[in-house]
């Protein structure tokens, strides 16, 4: 991405009205007092030759404003730096958005903010926003994917009605016989489909599920900091990841085991 390829919108996110100007180069300060996430700054910039109405640029801008304090993570973060969201021509890589974390952009297409709920781009922004922090609070060292994509997850939203419907199914089908940590890694390295992100966000909603709740709590990221992925599981839950996938396994065929006659998802929460 090169700076001259972008125009940069201006957004003044404590005025009374929204002020949205289209300049080359040049970035107004927009400090964002927010009641929950707290950000110094926020600018949207757009892909030469891509236009986003005044009242598309405020949506996105409210629906970060608007996001509650992220889980498992040290208060403010991201209270010093400037976030930028990049509205590109199409996705990238086929996936909905894509995080920068040392660079602090998001990518996300810009006919997204046109068609997409508000649901659903709000969940977007925050599985974003959650890559942005947990790669300032690891100090930007290298974390597999499976690591970083299945804590977005956990803290972007509670599992979904369509997510668990995914999840019931595939234990169905498979006999419940549920799939391994590498296994998850190649289907979203691969972006194969949605339901490796959905297991994995089981993972961690089973981890924090364990005594002391050392995900939300952040000691469980703390101790990743200190030691590594693998050390930092090991030595925050006082057991080996391969211990932990067997549990886990446990927990899946214990919650996700069966499909209910009757289960059904309510259309209005389908995006």
Known sequence: MRASK??????ATNAACLCALLLAGTCLDASLDLDHLVIDKVRIVTSEGITQSANAIQRVN?????????????RGLLATRTIT?????????????????SDLVIAIPATAVESWTDSKLRRVLRHELMHLALGAALGYAHVPAWFSEGFAEW???SLS????????LDAV?????????????????????RLGYDYLQTFF????????????????VESVRE??????????????LRSLEGEWHGYLRRRFGSFPSGFTCPPSVID
């Open 6 to 11: 972008y125009q940069v919108v201006l957004i």
């Open 62 to 74: 409210r629906l970060v404003v608007d996001q509650p304090l992220l889980p498992g993570l040290p």
């Open 85 to 101: 969201i990049s509205l590109i021509r199409e996705r990238l890589d086929g996936i909905d958005a894509r995080a920068f974390p």
């Open 155 to 157: 803290g972007s939203e």
């Open 161 to 168: 009605c369509e997510a668990e419907a995914r999840l019931r």
């Open 173 to 193: 089908i498979y006999g419940g016989q549920s799939p391994n940590i590498p296994q998850l890694s190649v289907k979203i390295r691969n972006h194969i489909d």
């Open 205 to 220: 909603e089973f981890l924090d599920g364990r005594p002391g709740h050392l995900v939300s709590s952040g000691r469980m």
């Open 227 to 240: 030691h590594g992925v693998v050390a930092g599981l090991e030595k925050a839950f006082r057991a080996n």
